[in-house]
């Protein structure tokens, strides 16, 4: 069977239980209560993790680049834009601290930068959990006859042994890797990463870090930029579509001659659109936020409700797969029938989480992710993980969910 028809079958049995392809039926959105089938559902599956979606001074941003310039600046930003995006790019340097490059999403500043960054001469070194929109644009790079190979996830031992049998056969080794892994919510070894790009001068990284920007790091620099400065021999590319509470995303370049590349031949620079103009307007309002104590005020009461759950789900015994201190928490749940299980009773019992099934995740890993934003409570958490728990607990009294199988079912992928 072809992984598509795998795939195919997952996600329609996970929409024939409904608990996929849902509709928020509510005529207004604030973050926190989305209405599916008549019902209100605390939302736990929302990544804008501070909240700044529906953040004041986030919308005035939009109405007012709306107002004043339309709903879209129609021409390629290689002919011509709108000022609007040096403005938010300029604010990106500042947050960072590098030469920043937006693109309409995260996933075409992927496909912009790798295959031009990479050349025929290189090997990448390819995360098995590196998000899709990564990989996809790896293939580019790959049918420009650049090779690849993958990497058990976060093996660095393995890592080391490909980057020695390799130095000397490639121009550069790329290691591409998300910042926080978006499924399981662990981050990328970045200690060893760096020590590896200082001890090899043809080692190169490319990381994702669309989950880590905004809630953590100074001016929301990231998970990633949060725990070491920028190297030289380093790429990243951020989402402002999750904690930023907009849309589009950023490439981070250690030089302006980096970045200048892939302005000029990167492809969704010459051959696609802008991001909309009211997302820009709004994407410089809450990069502004981002310049300013406001941002550490959520940061702080996001990271209060990340302890408080984190506790409450070590209470509760629940089968909680990473243990890091991010907004992204997942619970394994032993076969993709109980994931299913356990999100149909969650949403009927009023809480909406994401089941991850495959493709996003291997079948024996399938499980339940839950992510937290501002706009929740403490009372929140507390009714959706005693829920859980009533939930879970049942399954193994069926003889159905066998918790040391699952945590061992992780360990065997080493994803902590
Ligand atoms: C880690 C990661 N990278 C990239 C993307 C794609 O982002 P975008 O929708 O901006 O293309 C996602 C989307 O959810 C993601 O989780």
Redesign the pocket.
């Known amino acids: 069977m072809t992984n598509n028809m795998r795939a195919l079958i997952s996600i329609t049995n996970a929409r024939n239980y409904g608990i996929i392809q849902l509709k928020n039926e509510s005529d207004h959105y604030d973050g926190r209560i989305v209405k599916v089938q008549g019902k209100d559902l605390v939302h736990f599956g929302n990544c804008s993790y501070l909240g700044l979606e529906t953040h004041d001074a986030v919308k005035l941003g939009g109405i007012d680049a709306l107002t004043r310039y339309g709903s879209l600046f129609a021409s390629s930003r290689q002919y011509i834009g709108l000022g609007l995006n040096e403005e938010l790019e300029a604010l990106l340097d500042n947050i960072t601290g590098y030469h920043t490059l937006v693109t309409q ?3 075409l500043g992927s496909i912009s930068a790798i295959p031009v960054i990479t050349s025929s001469n290189d090997l990448i070194i390819v995360d098995h959990q590196l ?1 899709a ?1 990564v990989q996809n644009a790896v293939k580019i790079a790959q049918a420009q006859g650049t090779q690849v190979v993958m990497l058990r996830h976060s093996n660095m031992t393995l890592l080391e042994e490909y980057i020695k049998q390799y130095q000397n056969k490639h121009e550069k080794i790329w290691y591409m890797a ?1 910042g926080l892994y ?1 499924m399981l919510g662990d981050g990328c070894p970045i200690e060893q990463m760096y020590e590896f790009m200082d001890r090899y001068p043809n080692f190169y990284c490319f990381v ?1 870090d ?2 880590g920007m905004s809630w953590i790091g100074e001016n929301g620099k990231g998970y990633a930029l949060s725990r070491k400065p920028l190297h030289q021999q380093m790429v990243m590319v951020m ?1 402002l ?1 999750k904690g930023f509470g907009c849309c589009g ?1 950023v490439l981070v370049f250690p030089t302006p001659e980096g970045r200048d590349l892939v302005r000029c031949i990167g492809s969704s620079l010459i051959f696609s659109g802008p991001i909309p103009t009211p997302v820009l307007g709004a994407c410089i309002a809450s990069a502004k936020l981002h310049l300013t104590n406001e941002i550490v005020t959520r940061q702080n009461l996001l990271y209060g409700l990340i302890k408080y759950f984190r506790q409450q789900a070590y209470a509760h015994n629940l089968p909680l797969m990473n243990h890091t201190f991010s907004p992204i928490f997942y619970f394994g749940a032993g076969s993709e029938n109980n994931a299913h299980h356990i999100v149909k009773k969650m949403q009927e019992a009023g809480f909406f989480t994401c089941i991850c099934n495959f493709p996003a995740v291997p079948k024996k890993n399938a499980g339940i992710r839950i992510c937290l934003t501002t706009h929740l409570t403490f009372e929140d958490i507390d009714n959706a993980l005693t829920c859980m728990a009533e939930i879970v607990s049942s399954l193994e009294n069926e003889g159905k969910l066998d918790k040391d199988k699952i945590y061992q079912s992780f360990r065997a992928l080493e994803v902590l």
Do not use: E, K, R, V
Request: aromatic fraction near 0%; charge should be negative.
């Open positions: 999403t995260t996933t998000h929109s998300d978006s994702d669309a989950h989402s579509a995303g």
